[in-house]
């Protein structure tokens, strides 16, 4: 992250003397575990470039996730609360049912509370009482989209309440599941209870569909949500196709990065324009996207369409309107490309067949593929084991195929995009054939970029 000061030391609330109770292999004739260690590490920055003299220090180390041989917490004694935030993700039930599993199995851990509707299952005058888990009540809800917990925006900025509910119900341990606006009032309550003196790790597990989580290699749901729109797209290839000037249009999730759109765009190898928040791109002009697609059409008789959420937004009349997370609300790009393709081919005199897909929700709602099942089980375990050590203001991320610690402050600096320079974007204009850029004034297109593309290289990634 260019001009930031790195540092990934991970704050702990004390040291470490209780035996784990985790047995794991048999060796020597003791049954042991194969347990991290504080001293385990994976670098951050891994590309060499010539000399590489990356300092081998807490700016270049991200401390390595799984169970400690020593624990700060006496299992008997533990009492978790778990809660969901934000919106809908695949996968959201799958690290509940793993967390759960984790600390009432591995650790013997009796007390679990479920805080339903996110942080509004903390505020006694709304009425949510908390749901009392078990691996019983849970072992099926993997098998089902949504959370069984409930989810809400906004409350995160009530931290005193959240405080007050946590030493009300005893508890010492808190996972939240969200995204980087729920994160960091993860961080917010951290702190508050810090400054109270009460013994609590807050570990979050990092949600968001879009991907654009910072340092980590991909968001729980992600996949699903890409083989989810890769159907998506199939369905809608085959309605262009099979019709005169057809014309498939998509819109999926991304609010300010493009890369459902992209990796769904390289999985159908069937669309033939791919726009994403990224890249900006004109409508008019000889260059613009609309004579672009009419080129297509005159060529190949069809096209399919894949456009991101946040696409095109300096095309469309802002409301500077914000839903209760505090994120700004986006104009409609799928309704707007829409009506106007319906519109310049109509004045063009030229037929066309447009049928358009949003499976926004449908996507958001799944139950997740056989992979981000597995990694939703990690990463459950793995939020339960840092707990336990004691661990806290961290959320648990893959980096380099690797489970990690990761300090919250670090995930919710910045958010990741798609580098449109870089190579996934490189791959996507090769799979659709599309114009590199879609716009007739290209010096403002490349200040666009340029904004983005310093976005993008935030973190140090060739893939992004």
Same mark, same amino acid.
């Given at each position: 992250?260019?001009?930031?000061?790195?540092?990934?030391?991970?704050?702990?609330?004390?040291?470490?003397?209780?035996?784990?109770?985790?047995?794991?292999?048999?060796?020597?004739? !003791?049954?042991?575990?194969?347990?991290?260690?504080?001293?385990?590490?994976?670098?951050?920055?891994?590309?060499?470039?010539?000399?590489?003299?990356?300092?081998?220090?807490?700016?270049?180390?991200?401390?390595?996730?799984?169970?400690?041989?020593?624990?700060?917490?006496?299992?008997?004694?533990?009492?978790?609360?778990?809660?969901?935030?934000?919106?809908?993700?695949?996968?959201?039930?799958?690290?509940?049912?793993?967390?759960?599993?984790?600390?009432?199995?591995?650790?013997?851990?009796?007390?679990?509370?479920?805080?339903? *509707?996110?942080?509004?299952?903390?505020?006694?005058?709304?009425?949510?009482?908390?749901?009392?888990?078990?691996?019983?009540?849970?072992?099926?809800?993997?098998?089902?989209?949504?959370?069984?917990?409930?989810?809400?925006?906004?409350?995160?900025?009530?931290?005193?309440?959240?405080?007050?509910?946590?030493?009300?119900?005893?508890?010492?341990?808190?996972?939240?599941?969200?995204?980087?606006?729920?994160?960091?009032?993860?961080?917010?309550?951290?702190?508050?209870?810090?400054?109270?003196?009460?013994?609590?790790?807050?570990?979050?597990?990092?949600?968001?569909?879009?991907?654009?989580?910072?340092?980590?290699?991909?968001?729980?749901? *992600?996949?699903?949500?890409?083989?989810?729109?890769?159907?998506?797209?199939?369905?809608?290839?085959?309605?262009?196709?099979?019709?005169?000037?057809? /014309?498939?249009?998509?819109?999926?999730?991304?609010?300010?990065?493009?890369?459902?759109?992209?990796?769904?765009?390289?999985?159908?190898?069937?669309?033939?324009?791919?726009?994403?928040?990224?890249?900006?791109?004109?409508?008019?002009?000889?260059?613009?996207?609309?004579?672009?697609?009419?080129?297509?059409?005159?060529?190949?008789?069809?096209?399919?369409?894949?456009?991101?959420?946040?696409?095109?937004?300096?095309?469309?009349?802002?409301?500077?309107?914000?839903?209760?997370?505090?994120?700004?609300?986006?104009?409609? /790009?799928?309704?707007?490309?829409?009506?106007?393709?319906?519109?310049? *081919?109509?004045?063009?005199?030229?037929?066309?067949?447009?049928?358009?897909?949003?499976?926004?929700?449908?996507?958001?709602?799944?139950?997740?593929?056989?992979?981000?099942?597995?990694?939703?089980?990690?990463?459950?375990?793995?939020?339960?084991?840092?707990?336990?050590?004691?661990?806290?203001?961290?959320? /648990?991320?893959?980096?380099?195929?690797?489970?990690?610690?990761?300090?919250?402050?670090?995930?919710?600096?910045?958010?990741?995009?798609?580098?449109?320079?870089?190579?996934?974007?490189?791959?996507?204009?090769?799979?659709?054939? !599309?114009? /590199?850029?879609?716009?007739?004034?290209?010096?403002?297109?490349?200040?666009?970029?340029?904004?983005?593309?310093?976005?993008?290289?935030?973190?140090?990634?060739?893939?992004?």
């Amino acid at each position: 992250m260019a001009g930031d000061t790195l540092d990934f030391t991970i704050e702990s609330l004390g040291p470490c003397t209780v035996n784990s109770p985790i047995e794991l292999s048999r060796v020597d004739g !003791q049954n042991r575990a194969n347990y991290a260690r504080d001293d385990q590490f994976i670098r951050n920055n891994i590309y060499v470039s010539g000399k590489n003299d990356d300092a081998l220090d807490m700016t270049n180390l991200m401390e390595k996730a799984g169970p400690r041989e020593k624990i700060f917490f006496d299992p008997k004694h533990v009492k978790a609360g778990i809660c969901t935030c934000g919106g809908l993700c695949p996968g959201l039930n799958d690290v509940i049912r793993a967390i759960v599993r984790c600390l009432n199995t591995r650790y013997g851990v009796k007390t679990i509370k479920g805080y339903q *509707f996110g942080f509004h299952g903390f505020f006694a005058e709304e009425g949510y009482e908390p749901i009392d888990l078990d691996r019983y009540l849970i072992d099926e809800i993997h098998k089902i989209g949504g959370t069984y917990l409930g989810t809400s925006r906004g409350g995160g900025q009530r931290v005193g309440d959240i405080v007050d509910c946590l030493e009300r119900d005893n508890i010492n341990m808190l996972f939240i599941i969200g995204g980087d606006g729920t994160q960091r009032g993860s961080y917010d309550i951290a702190c508050e209870v810090e400054k109270r003196g009460y013994k609590c790790a807050v570990v979050g597990i990092p949600k968001t569909v879009d991907n654009d989580l910072m340092f980590i290699d991909r968001s729980f749901g *992600f996949e699903t949500a890409v083989q989810r729109a890769k159907e998506a797209i199939a369905a809608i290839h085959m309605e262009a196709a099979s019709q005169i000037n057809g /014309i498939g249009l998509v819109k999926l999730m991304g609010r300010e990065a493009g890369f459902i759109a992209t990796a769904a765009t390289l999985a159908s190898h069937e669309t033939n324009f791919c726009l994403i928040p990224e890249v900006p791109f004109e409508l008019e002009g000889e260059n613009g996207f609309l004579a672009c697609l009419e080129r297509r059409l005159a060529k190949r008789g069809h096209a399919v369409i894949v456009v991101s959420e946040g696409a095109g937004q300096d095309l469309l009349t802002s409301t500077n309107a914000t839903d209760a997370s505090g994120n700004k609300k986006l104009a409609d /790009i799928g309704v707007y490309l829409k009506s106007q393709i319906e519109k310049y *081919f109509k004045e063009k005199g030229t037929e066309i067949n447009l049928k358009y897909i949003d499976p926004g929700y449908q996507i958001r709602a799944s139950v997740t593929v056989a992979s981000d099942s597995v990694y939703c089980e990690r990463l459950g375990n793995n939020a339960v084991h840092a707990a336990m050590a004691g661990k806290t203001k961290l959320v /648990i991320g893959l980096v380099h195929d690797k489970f990690v610690h990761l300090p919250i402050k670090m995930v919710t600096q910045h958010r990741n995009a798609v580098n449109p320079e870089g190579s996934l974007w490189r791959d996507t204009l090769d799979a659709t054939g !599309q114009p /590199i850029l879609m716009v007739n004034d290209m010096e403002a297109a490349k200040a666009k970029m340029a904004k983005a593309v310093a976005e993008a290289k935030k973190k140090p990634s060739e893939q992004k």
